[in-house]
């Protein structure tokens, strides 16, 4: 159809009419001229999603290390032990203290709320993120890098104490019950430091009741046995830190008595050097004087139907057997309290004394084979600490918590052979080192 009026005639177009309403191309142009600003948006979110990446994982890293550094000042460590901790798991974590990234450890945090708090670990970790989109195309200078930094700060807390702790690494059956034994430590925890699947067995018909279970492994149940537990077992935790670890036995000094015996009778025995062992024979009546029984290159033996007390014990005197050795570390040796022994004994509880607390001590130079067996079943009352570091301890003790108010063990293993009951609720008062359960909150 021509829509043309008549008469009149088209114009030619002229070539500049053609160029100006030519539109072919537009859209490349168009496109050629965005694209940059295309990429860069694109970039800048990929950019803005990487940092943000980075920052969360940056921040993960740094409650980690804080946490671990809390854990270790919680076991009464500093300096370097704490500042390794912590940059240990931020490496763990991907952080490694270097050139593009820097983990900064403060103990006291040096701002903040808890600034100055000696509980308290702060963590500051910075990283250095070269940036995606060149500053060339936003016409900036410079390097171009981000520093993303992230802190965080952790405490110690105090979350229980454990009555008896198996300071093995990696023995299976680290503390056992099994037989027809049953143990009571209502209240208490019972620790492992060993990794073993079988840290703590719990075999047999026996039975165990306690407040929890502590293993850097795992525990076991077998047989008939029953695990009365009033809360949930804590398995492959840390290692919990040896109350003793710091203890230093002195010289046993010179002899007081060699190849001391009581075969019968009554006698009085003071404090001094035992050198060579102590042995109280069947039927022996022995009085304790209060103070420290070295026992010098030897055991000390209480057999059984023997007695054995201290009396004058009372308050805060006390008497402690530190087997020990002034000669090869092979002749130090165990304590052994045989079945049917009468025994009655407390530790000493004077802040004074470096003894305090503990009732029988094995110097941690002993060899890793001995055993040091408390059998005295439910005539046994032993009030203090057992120490023995390199030893296995056997323990079958009175059921009688009334009389036997403070018991720990901290030996190189555990095994419960007899019914007792084990209450550290007294021990604190005695003076006993507490077997810590640390663990570490976020705080800031």
């Not at 110097?363 to 890793?368: I, T």
Request: proline letters at 5%; hydrophobic letters at 40%; charged letters at 15%.
């Amino acid at each position: 159809m021509n829509l043309q009026a008549p008469g009149i005639r088209s114009k030619p177009l002229t070539f500049l009419d053609r160029f100006f309403k030519d539109r072919s191309g537009s859209v490349m142009l168009t496109v050629s001229m965005a694209a940059p600003f295309v990429i860069a948006l694109v970039g800048f979110g990929l950019e803005a999603g990487l940092l943000y990446r980075i920052k969360r994982a940056e921040q993960t890293a740094a409650d980690a290390a804080a946490l671990a550094g809390a854990i270790e000042r919680g076991r009464g460590e500093t300096g370097a032990v704490v500042t390794t901790a912590a940059r240990n798991a931020a490496t763990a974590n991907g952080f490694s203290d270097g050139t593009s990234t820097t983990v900064t450890v403060n103990s006291p945090p040096m701002s903040g709320l808890y600034a100055g708090n000696n509980a308290a670990v702060e963590v500051i970790i910075t990283t250095t993120q070269p940036k995606i989109i060149p500053l060339s195309l936003t016409g900036g200078t410079g390097d171009g890098a981000t520093t993303i930094t992230s802190s965080s700060v952790a405490m110690a807390e105090m979350t229980g104490d454990a009555c008896v702790l198996a300071l093995d690494a990696s023995a299976s059956a680290a503390v056992k019950n099994s037989g027809n034994a049953t143990i009571g430590m209502e209240g208490c925890v019972v620790a492992a430091n060993s990794v073993d699947p079988s840290a703590i067995s719990i075999g047999g018909s026996s039975t165990l009741s306690a407040h929890s279970l502590w293993t850097a492994g795992n525990y076991t149940q077998g047989g008939s046995s029953t695990l009365n537990l009033a809360a949930p077992p804590m398995t492959e935790m840390w290692a919990l830190s040896d109350p003793y670890a710091s203890l230093t036995i002195p010289s046993p000094g010179s002899c007081s008595f060699t190849n001391k015996k009581v075969n019968s009778g009554a006698a009085t025995l003071s404090p001094g050097t035992y050198c060579k062992g102590l042995d109280i024979g069947a039927q022996a009546v022995v009085t304790l004087s209060p103070g420290t029984y070295y026992i010098d290159g030897g055991d000390l033996k209480v057999n059984g139907q023997a007695t054995i007390k201290c009396p004058s014990c009372t308050g805060t005197s006390g008497v402690t057997f530190v087997l020990t050795s002034s000669g090869s570390a092979d002749d130090i040796g165990i304590a052994d309290i045989n079945g049917g022994a009468d025994v009655k004994l407390q530790a000493p509880s004077d802040a004074g004394n470096p003894f305090a607390g503990l009732l029988i001590v094995q110097d941690r130079k002993a060899g890793s084979s001995g055993v040091m067996k408390l059998n005295g079943g439910s005539t046994q009352v032993l009030n203090g600490a057992i120490y023995a570091p390199k030893s296995e301890v056997q323990w079958s003790g009175t059921t009688d918590t009334t009389t036997n108010a403070c018991i720990e063990i901290v030996a190189r293993l555990i095994t419960f052979i007899g019914n007792s009951a084990i209450d550290n609720s007294g021990c604190s008062a005695m003076g006993v080192k507490p077997i810590q359960i640390t663990a570490s909150k976020l705080v800031q």
